[in-house]
């Protein structure tokens, strides 16, 4: 069974410090792991993904998310918050063999000036 | 880059009416396209997968009379919510995957709030 976990609905980080929205993962096969940011009333837009390779990956926005696989955790991560990335953040883990992508519940970041 | 055109972003209904909900894969080929539904402060929940030319699957405990789903061309998809109640209002998000490969991301549409009065 596939299933993602998000242990904090809610992350206030001041501008210019780093943030990290936590994500962990549960699969029977190899993981591929996604993040999408949901902006108010609009669809999710793609950051970053894992399927295979250098454990450390870069997306959008400065996002990046390193995999953890001895932790099971996919956090992403940014080294200076910005206004503009208030937001929420899903993780999302589809196993291997399978072709449905599950979601965590998101967190709702909150970028203080 | 991939670009989902979800139509409408808000319609607004009276309960017993139905209502049809497009997505458009604009520049690019979808053969698969999913349809997820999102309460407030909830994840995304999978309710079909959509596949041209073949009927949907239709996730666990969603009613495939209720949630018409229709996937014509390698472009379009609809859903169809039929004989809608007040318990239908919620957010609807259509996406399509941009490769032929289970890696490759999702692209989503802006979603569609659903209100049933």
Known sequence: AQSVAQPEDQVNVAEGNPLTVKCTYSVSGNPYLFWYVQYPNRGLQFLLKYITGDNLVKGSYGFEAEFNKSQTSFHLKKPSALVSDSALYFCAVRDSGANNLFFGTGTRLTVIP | ?117
């Open chain 2, 1 to 117: 880059g991939a670009v989902v055109s979800q139509h409408p972003s808000r319609v607004i209904c009276k309960s017993g009416t139905s209502v049809k909900i497009e997505c458009r894969s604009l520049d690019f080929q979808a053969t698969t396209m999913f349809w997820y539904r999102q309460f407030p402060k909830q994840s995304l929940m999978l309710m079909a997968t959509s596949n041209e030319g073949s009927k949907a699957t239709y996730e666990q405990g969603v009613e495939k009379d209720k949630f018409l789903i229709n996937h014509a061309s390698l472009t379009l998809s609809t859903l169809t919510v039929t004989s809608a109640h007040p318990e239908d209002s919620s957010f609807y998000i259509c996406s399509a995957r941009t490769g032929r490969f289970s890696n490759s991301p999702l692209h989503f549409g802006n979603g569609t709030r659903l209100t049933v009065t």
